[in-house]
Each structure stands twice: as structure tokens, then as C-alpha cells.
């Protein structure tokens, strides 16, 4: 009897008639209820099913459908839909399996939609930073937000007192900021950790492809490749133990130990099954921790990691029909380190904890080799729509208090630089100089207004140095779009630079859009 009831469920299988055997047609975990799509681009949808299985899409009314291939994967792409806060439904059903219930999504939106990364900055939550920041409080309990939603653990959530306060601190403020201002659907998903190097956040691939960090790499380095930093770690370990042997049977101190380097742990964890789903771009804070990646530095870090997530995305950054399809999404980067400059307006809640201006220091510290990675991040603004979210004029610290004030910042870069609208997003930057006899005069880009200067009652910050490298304190003097200096000391100048110490609030360059001047040095580091 047994073994005829076997007989017939093996024909009952041959037959179609029972598909528990077979996989199912499955979404990917970064859609669900709540979600915010993506607006003006051809959003993808993706998922599993079988090999070969028809899968059919329905949202706004569309109806996409395509193929699983061998692997059992499937993607398709819906038509760019302008932005709305009707809640809509997104549907998806095999189109060959009639027995399966269609998977639905409701309460849908369209807007814009960002993804913030990066380490401990990006990582805090709400409710510990919004103690001592009385706006971020005010944002955080004046919720709900029904067309403001955060993804999380828990899927896609409506923003309300509880699923803001675990919630990315900064990444919030900027997106409520955001919501605010635009007036749309904002959607926001996070992937950040404490304490973590930018080389953990992209893959060996995506290292490997960018052709500078590879030949710093082996300039810097006896790695031939990506792939060879574990061993090089391991020879830089054997000789690290052989040295603090040494030190210590002299009765010294030894030396730092070197670290592992981790290439793409954090992406794969934390960032890889959100791509690609359709975002705007990135806001990024990372810089503490600087790279791990041996004999290589942040710009060049990041560069490549810039590149390989575009890539990875594959994502236009531009609406459907503007031109040719481009692989540069933006990337906002927040300055670090953060605060050490003065402010223009003490009293604007966003400059609430910056550092108050200070006259000028007696003598030049020159710490060049400290302040490289400052410069190094300054230079990441260079790259292709990676503005940079200037935080000189505010809170400062390791873990800035000023939360709201970061994201209403980096809010007001994605409203200039993103979304177009006609607001200052950085203070003056370095474009060139010239030296003119006794003087030397330095253009910049990002005069906004016009050059002017806050607090005392003069031009401040600026050194030059002659042939001989030694630097002195310079007069300076605002001359339409340029500044320039001189020194009495100094009767030819070759080198000009501003702000060019860790903490530079005696340096009173701004816009007349109140934001600060970035530091820089015309001398190669």
C-alpha cells in the first residue's frame, strides 16, 4: 500500500500537480510596505524564482514582465514615474504558476530616495544625539511624517517618534531637512559602522580596477596587488614582532603593531542587497579611521570606492531623457575633521556649537604631514559630483553634538548641487595664484555673493614663503573675487597657503553667503 502511494505522488510531481518541490517567485528584502521608489529614473525590481519562470511586475499602471534566468535570478525595470504621495501598490506574480498569491506592496510612494554610509557619525542614532541638539529633538518628536519613510531591521517604516530614534542621527536631519524643503517623499536607508576604515566599504574588485591606488600600492608597499595585502600584513607582522623583541629587551617602549587590512567586509554586510535599488545618491561621513588600506590614502581610497559603487549601481544620475545615461550618482561627503574653524553666524542654530573666532596665533605651527588627510579629504570634492558638506564653522569634536546641523548642511549641498536650486553649497575654495612682485593673488571658485570676512577687524589666516620654505603671517586684502597678500618680510613670495593648522578659527575667510573658506597650501604633500 505504501509503496503504491509513492508510485503516485512521483506521477503527481511529473504531472505539475504538486510545486512545494519548486521555488517560488521572491522579491528581493529591500522591497515591502512603506517603501519609497526612486523618481525620473527607470527604478529595477529583482528577485528569485526558477529557472526560466515568467515573472510579472504591475505598479502605477504599468505592467513590466520578464524572464528568471538558469540561476534562478530575475530583474526588470520600471518606467521612471514622477514624483507622488498618492499611495500606490506594487505587485508582483509569476506568470506561469496561477496556484502562487501575487506578492503585494502597499502604501508605495515615489520621491527621492538616499542611502547614508560611512562610520560612528553616520551610525548614531537619534535618540542619544537629540539630548543635547534641541532641533534634532523638535524633528525627532514632531512626527509623524506619513511621506518620510527610514528602512531599517524592520523593513520600510512611516518616520514617527520610534522608528526615528534608532535611526541615523545626521542621516535624518538631512532628510527631513531635505522633505521639507522639496515638499516630496523623502525615502532613506542607512549602512554605517563605529570605528571602520573606508577600505573595508569597497570590494578587492573595486580597489583593484581604480589604476592609482594599485600603483601607490606597490609604490608604497611589496604588494603586488589587492590581493596580496594578507601576506604583505604578515611579513609587516614578522618584522613588527622581531622589533618589539628588540625594544623590549633594550628596556623601550615598542611601537604601534600593524593592522589586518580588511578589504569589502562592510560592503558585502551592509551595502551589496541594497544595490541597486534606485536611490538619488549618497551621503557618506568617514575619514576618522582613514583607509587600512597599507601605503594608501583617503582620496585615492575613495575614489575607487566612489567609482565602484556607481558602477556597481549602474545608475544614471540624471532623469530620463536629459542626455546619455552616466554612472555618476551623487556622493556627498561631510569634511572632517569636523569643526576647528569659526563661524559666520553664531546665532544660526546650524553654527550653534562651532568654535569661537581667536586672534591670530604668535608663531606657524607647520604639522604637514598631520594635516595631509585633511587636505586629502578636501580633494575628494574634485571628483565628479562628489561635493563636499563643509563642516569647518561647525560643532567640532570626535562625535559633533550638532546633529541637526550637519543635516541641514548637507541638506542644503543636495539642494544647490543636486536638485538645482540657487543656494551657496560651499564656501570659497583655492583655484589658483600668481605671485605679482612683492604679492601674491589667489583666485578662488565658490565666491557666491563675494568674498568678505567676519570678525576683527581684518583679513586673517593667510602665510606665504619664499624659495627658502619658511612661512610668515601675510597682510591680506579682498580685491573683487581674489585676495591678495603680502608680506614685509618676505620680498619674493613663491608659496601662499590659509587655515593651514588643525584648528584655524583665527582664519576669517568667507562668502557673503556665510560659509567658510577651506583651508589649503599651494605646497605639494
Keep these: 500500500m505504501m509503496r503504491r502511494i509513492g508510485v503516485l505522488l512521483a506521477v503527481l510531481v511529473v504531472m505539475g500537480s504538486i510545486r512545494d518541490v519548486e521555488a517560488k517567485v521572491a522579491v528581493s528584502g529591500m522591497f515591502g510596505d512603506n517603501m519609497v521608489l526612486q523618481c525620473d529614473m527607470k527604478v529595477p525590481v529583482w528577485g528569485t524564482a526558477d529557472a526560466d519562470e515568467k515573472v510579472v511586475v504591475e505598479f502605477s499602471g504599468q505592467k513590466k514582465e520578464t524572464v528568471a534566468d538558469k540561476d534562478?535570478?530575475?530583474?526588470?525595470?520600471?518606467?521612471?514615474?514622477?514624483?507622488?504621495?498618492?499611495?500606490?501598490?506594487?505587485?508582483?506574480?509569476?506568470?506561469?504558476?496561477?496556484?502562487?498569491?501575487?506578492?503585494s506592496f502597499s502604501n508605495v510612494l515615489v520621491g527621492e530616495v538616499w542611502l547614508g554610509s560611512g562610520q560612528s557619525n553616520m551610525a548614531g542614532g537619534t535618540g542619544g544625539?537629540?539630548?543635547?541638539?534641541?532641533?534634532?529633538?523638535?524633528?525627532?518628536?514632531?512626527?509623524?511624517?506619513?511621506?518620510?519613510?527610514?528602512?531599517g531591521r524592520n523593513g520600510w517604516q512611516v518616520a514617527d517618534e520610534n522608528s526615528i530614534r534608532g535611526f541615523s542621527a545626521i542621516h535624518f536631519a538631512f532628510g527631513r531637512n531635505l522633505h521639507?524643503?522639496?515638499?516630496v517623499p523623502v525615502g532613506l536607508m542607512v549602512g554605517a559602522v563605529g570605528g571602520t576604515p573606508s577600505g573595508r566599504w569597497l570590494t578587492e574588485e573595486m580597489a583593484a580596477a581604480d589604476p592609482a591606488l594599485v600603483k601607490m600600492l606597490q609604490d608604497n608597499t611589496d604588494c603586488d596587488s589587492v590581493a596580496d595585502i594578507g601576506s604583505n600584513y604578515e611579513e609587516l607582522k614578522k618584522q613588527y614582532d622581531a622589533e618589539a623583541e628588540k625594544a623590549k629587551a633594550e628596556g623601550k617602549k615598542p611601537g604601534r603593531a600593524p593592522r589586518r587590512a580588511v578589504i569589502g567586509d562592510l560592503y558585502e554586510r551592509h551595502i551589496a542587497h541594497k544595490v541597486p535599488y534606485g536611490i538619488r545618491g549618497v551621503l557618506w561621513d568617514q575619514g576618522e579611521s582613514r583607509t587600512q588600506i597599507p601605503g594608501v590614502d583617503q582620496i585615492t581610497t575613495m575614489h575607487a570606492l566612489i567609482e565602484g559603487w556607481r558602477n556597481a549601481w549602474n545608475q544614471p544620475s540624471s532623469p530620463e531623457g536629459s542626455g546619455a545615461p552616466e554612472k555618476d550618482f551623487h556622493f556627498m561627503h561631510v569634511q572632517k575633521p569636523s569643526g576647528e574653524g569659526c563661524a559666520w553666524d553664531y546665532e544660526n542654530p546650524v553654527n550653534r556649537l562651532a568654535i569661537k573666532f581667536d586672534k591670530l596665533p604668535a608663531q606657524h605651527v607647520d604639522k604637514p604631514s598631520a594635516l595631509k588627510y585633511q587636505l586629502d579629504h578636501i580633494k575628494i570634492a574634485t571628483l565628479k559630483n562628489a561635493p563636499i558638506v563643509t563642516a569647518s564653522d561647525l560643532a567640532g569634536g570626535i562625535h559633533p553634538q550638532n546633529k541637526s546641523g550637519y543635516g541641514k548642511r548637507a541638506c542644503r549641498v543636495a539642494l544647490g548641487s543636486v536638485y538645482g536650486k540657487d543656494v551657496a553649497i560651499c564656501g570659497p575654495v583655492y583655484k589658483a595664484h600668481k605671485v605679482e612682485g612683492k604679492?601674491?593673488?589667489?583666485?578662488?571658485?565658490?565666491?557666491?555673493?563675494?568674498?568678505?570676512?567676519k570678525h576683527g577687524e581684518t583679513l586673517q589666516g593667510f602665510e606665504i614663503a619664499g624659495a627658502d620654505g619658511k612661512w610668515d603671517w601675510a597682510e591680506a586684502k579682498i580685491d573683487g573675487n581674489t585676495v591678495v597678500v603680502t608680506s614685509e618680510n618676505i620680498a619674493e613670495p613663491v608659496n601662499v597657503q590659509y587655515a593651514f593648522n588643525r584648528r584655524h578659527n583665527f582664519a576669517n575667510l568667507f562668502n557673503k553667503d556665510g560659509l567658510p573658506a577651506l583651508m589649503f597650501t599651494s605646497v605639494e604633500h
Design 72 to 103: 534562478g535570478k530575475w530583474m526588470l525595470h520600471l518606467d521612471p514615474v514622477k514624483t507622488t504621495a498618492k499611495e500606490g501598490v506594487l505587485t508582483v506574480k509569476s506568470g506561469t504558476d496561477n496556484q502562487q498569491s501575487p506578492i
Design 129 to 151: 544625539y537629540a539630548k543635547n541638539d534641541p532641533v534634532l529633538k523638535q524633528m525627532a518628536t514632531g512626527g509623524p511624517y506619513p511621506t518620510l519613510r527610514l528602512y
Design 180 to 183: 521639507k524643503e522639496l515638499n
Design 439 to 453: 604679492t601674491i593673488r589667489i583666485e578662488y571658485n565658490h565666491v557666491g555673493k563675494g568674498l568678505a570676512f
